[in-house]
Antibody, heavy 118, light 105 residues
Framework: EAQLVESGGGLIQPGGSLRLSCVVSGFTVGNNYMSWVRQAPGKGLEWVSGLYSSGATYYAESVQGRFIISRDNSKNALHLQMNSLRVGDTALYFC????????????WGRGSLVSVSA | DIQMTQSPAFVSASIGDTVTIACQAGQDISGWLAWYQHKPGKAPQLLIYAASTLRSGVPSRFSGSRSGADFTLTIRDLQPEDFATYYCQQAQSFPPTFGQGTRLE
């Protein structure tokens, strides 16, 4: 059974950086489209970033220029480097596998909590 | 970005009831719509994609339909494990966007 396990979240001050990781089992990260989706406290779901199997990357406007999505094929893992963090980035971050065609999200992790606060 | 308007925000129901949740797309997305179930502390689950295709393993009491830009999730014969928050999501246009969620209590 496929599994996605996120880690790396925590409490950080505004302007700081964090790196989220997602270790995957049951399928190959490099052969699939992957994404990060977040949920701010009391809010709905928001797509954050995507990584195609080709290596192309995509970002929501709200994180463009601050976040970097990448993968480590040797560890079958997905990462999200988050820089210049803002209070508004506080959320539970989910690692997600994309089901094609279209942007359907068919496998999710349980999430990693990022809290940005002074 | 395509706005997805989901209603109601909350719905109260009992075991055995039938519940419908609505989702309206801000522009034409054809049938590129998914429904997800999310329980606190758990990973969200894809229930339905392409507006009405039930994902393998999802109980048949869940169904989805489309009428133009209006979409509906119907849950028949509610079971205890169905109490959760449900989200619609458009998968047609980049970036993918979600409805605000419907909490089924």
């Amino acid at each position: 059974e496929a599994q996605l396990v996120e880690s790396g979240g925590g409490l950080i001050q505004p302007g700081g950086s964090l790196r989220l990781s997602c270790v995957v089992s049951g399928f190959t990260v490099g052969n699939n489209y992957m994404s990060w989706v977040r949920q701010a406290p009391g809010k709905g779901l928001e797509w954050v970033s995507g990584l195609y199997s080709s290596g192309a990357t995509y970002y929501a406007e709200s994180v463009q220029g601050r976040f970097i999505i990448s993968r480590d094929n040797s560890k079958n893992a997905l990462h999200l480097q988050m820089n210049s963090l803002r209070v508004g980035d506080t959320a539970l971050y989910f690692c997600v596998k994309v089901f094609q065609p279209g942007w359907y999200f068919d496998l999710w992790g349980r999430g990693s909590l990022v809290s940005v606060s002074a | 970005d395509i706005q997805m308007t989901q209603s109601p925000a909350f719905v109260s129901a009992s075991i055995g009831d039938t519940v419908t949740i609505a989702c309206q797309a801000g522009q034409d997305i054809s049938g590129w719509l998914a429904w997800y179930q999310h329980k606190p502390g758990k990973a969200p689950q894809l229930l339905i994609y392409a507006a009405s295709t039930l994902r393998s393993g999802v109980p048949s009491r869940f169904s989805g339909s489309r009428s133009g830009a209006d979409f509906t999730l119907t849950i028949r014969d509610l079971q205890p494990e169905d109490f959760a928050t449900y989200y619609c999501q458009q998968a047609q246009s980049f970036p993918p966007t979600f409805g605000q969620g419907t909490r089924l209590e």
